[in-house]
């Protein structure tokens, strides 16, 4: 059993940058952050395959960037240029079939989350 936790949350002004990690207990092959805040749906940011293929939302291409250190069983999001829009919770998220795309629906273990501010 796969398990996640996640930290580097914070609260920053637009325009800042943090950076998330996400500890496991293991290295499934894919893995995935997602965010979601008060009233809104879940929604995919960014996915990175075992092979090291990554797809982003729309709305972060440019400004996040994910990998992830197996040696060190550990997944990260760099997120620069942070806008108050980004402001949610951030999960951490494995998956372990083959479908790493961000809309899957294959992600079945999380972590707690780690909250992300951003004010104007």
């Known amino acids: 059993q796969v398990q996640l936790r996640e930290s580097g949350g914070g609260s920053v002004q637009a325009g800042g940058s943090l950076r998330l990690s996400c500890a496991s207990s293991?290295?499934?092959?894919?893995m995935g952050w997602f965010r979601q805040a008060p009233g809104k749906e879940r929604e995919g940011v960014a996915t990175?395959?075992?092979?090291?293929?990554?797809t982003y939302t729309n709305s972060v291409k440019g400004r996040f960037t994910i990998s992830r250190d197996n040696t060190k069983n550990t997944l990260y999001l760099q997120l620069n240029s942070l806008q108050p829009d980004d402001t949610a919770m951030y999960y951490c998220?494995?998956?372990?079939?083959?479908?790493?795309?961000?809309?899957?629906?294959?992600?079945?273990?999380w972590g707690q989350g780690t909250q992300v501010t951003v004010s104007s």
């Open positions: 998220a494995a998956n372990l079939h083959f479908d790493c795309s961000l809309g899957s629906d294959n992600f079945g273990i």
């Open positions: 990175i395959y075992g092979v090291g293929r990554t």
């Open positions: 293991g290295s499934p092959y894919c």
